[in-house]
């Protein structure tokens, strides 16, 4: 194996003879570094009965290994000065550590025990499956977690994609050891393993003990997953004692995998700052809401244009009718200063994530799970200027072709379902 790639030329990773692939971002300037590793597995993987189970892994991988109970996992982070955190999504599941640039190769050597070696104990899986419902239950009282979750099922219905990544609650009550045990052995294998490391550490130093501690995992096989077909419903859901409606609409994107850069830059253009349309003529100039906010959240398996808010329920309607018209201007022409304005706005926001090891992290590792390399930082801002008018324009047309997803929630009033149906039908796209 050849122990010194050419790290500071490009940001290309290295992959052990079992197919595990190594990422390591140098970033000398800092002293601190942050080391995950990311599994290409996550909510969407899951069948029905296994909803929630990629969430459940997460948290009791931290429960104890062959080597270590999960007192002595706490105390071997906090005694580096380490913090330790993870986390789960549709199309992945990430383990992170950050401390000390010099205490790197203990971070990932710390990490490899977590995810290869995990027991799952019997007593800690009944404790923190107390933890989980506790979660559940504040996760279900948060009406904007809800109206996403209604999102998401209004877009792709009952496929795996539209599943809330924490599972259900029956789930939850009924996870087995084993139903944990056969998750990692049918999903954590090698070629969907990649171990990162950013911050001021050394890279070759990274690299082996990346091959100490994932050298030995099996190789697996997985199909890959098809997108989700786009289903484009109205739901709505009233819940107790909140005084605003909330709402998330949105249209499909291309995945990740597409690699077309015109989605964010036409969220950037419609919601970002206070000078954006949405804001501003929602917002400053019609007080049609309050909170708000506009974004490209595209995946590995799927994308999704997304508006949110939370507005007065009487000022829904006009609010929803508002950021559809808006589209819909967006769609016949682009004016010049909005198209620089999005641009210096995607430019300040690439360039922050590459200042952010963590964030350059995630986004690197996602590049390489979806399109089998990472972008250099070059390639990344000239994508930006390459995207015209024209391109932008034919995304939000290219939007306004499919049916709508909406999700409402909160302070919902009686009919509003059928409201915003008449509404969505009389506006013109």
């Known amino acids: ?56 892994v997460e948290h009791m991988v931290f429960k104890g290994t062959a080597t270590r109970d999960a007192r002595r996992i706490n105390r071997d982070a906090e005694e580096l000065g380490a913090e330790v955190n993870a986390h789960t999504d549709k199309d992945h599941t990430a383990f992170h550590m950050r401390g000390l640039a010099e205490h790197a190769g203990l971070f990932v050597r710390m990490l490899g025990d977590i995810v290869r070696h995990a027991t799952f104990p019997a007593d800690d899986l009944e404790r923190e499956r107390q933890v989980l419902l506790h979660e559940l239950t504040e996760d279900e009282d948060d009406p904007m977690s809800t109206a996403f979750k209604l999102f998401d099922s209004a877009c792709w219905g009952t496929h795996p994609a539209a599943q ?11 996870f087995t050891r084993d139903d944990l045990v056969g998750w990692v052995g049918q999903q954590y294998f090698a070629e969907r393993v990649v171990v990162a490391a950013a911050g001021g550490v050394d890279p070759e130093a990274i690299l082996r003990e990346a091959e100490a501690a994932f050298g030995g995992m099996a190789r697996g096989h997985a199909p890959e997953l098809p997108p989700p077909p786009w289903r484009g419903e109205i739901k709505a859901r009233p819940l107790s004692g909140s005084s605003q409606a909330h709402v998330v609409l949105g249209f499909p994107l291309p995945t990740l995998r597409a690699d077309d850069p015109a989605p964010a830059l036409a969220a950037s253009l419609l919601g970002e700052g206070m000078s954006s349309p949405l804001m501003d003529e929602l917002r400053e100039q019609r007080s049609l809401f309050y909170y708000g906010a506009c974004s490209a959240d595209v995946l590995d398996l799927c994308g999704q244009f997304v508006i949110e808010a939370s507005t007065a329920p009487e000022h829904l309607e006009a609010f929803v009718e508002g950021a559809l018209r ?29 200042e952010n090891p963590s964030r350059r992290l995630e986004e690197a590792v996602l590049e390489l799970f979806a399109l089998g390399r990472v972008r250099p930082r070059e390639e990344a801002l000239q994508r930006i200027d390459d995207v015209g008018a024209d391109a932008l324009r034919r995304c ?34």
């Open 164 to 174: 809330p990544v924490i599972g259900s609650r029956r789930n939850v009550e009924q």
């Open 1 to 56: 194996m050849n122990l010194r790639p050419p790290w500071a030329a490009s940001a290309a990773p290295v992959t052990l003879a079992n197919g595990v692939r190594v990422l390591v971002l140098p970033m000398p300037q800092l002293e601190t570094a942050s080391v995950s590793v990311f599994v290409r597995t996550g909510s969407a993987y899951e069948g029905r009965r296994l909803a929630g189970v990629s969430h459940f």
């Open 396 to 429: 939000f047309e290219a939007m306004l072709a499919h049916p709508i997803a909406l999700a409402t929630t909160g302070k919902v009033l009686r009919g509003t379902g059928q409201r915003l149906r008449d509404a969505l039908a009389a506006t013109p796209a």
């Open 326 to 354: 808006l589209m819909a201007a967006q769609a016949g022409s682009i004016a010049p200063q909005e198209l620089q304005r999005a641009r210096h706005q995607s430019r300040v926001r690439v360039l922050r994530s590459l």
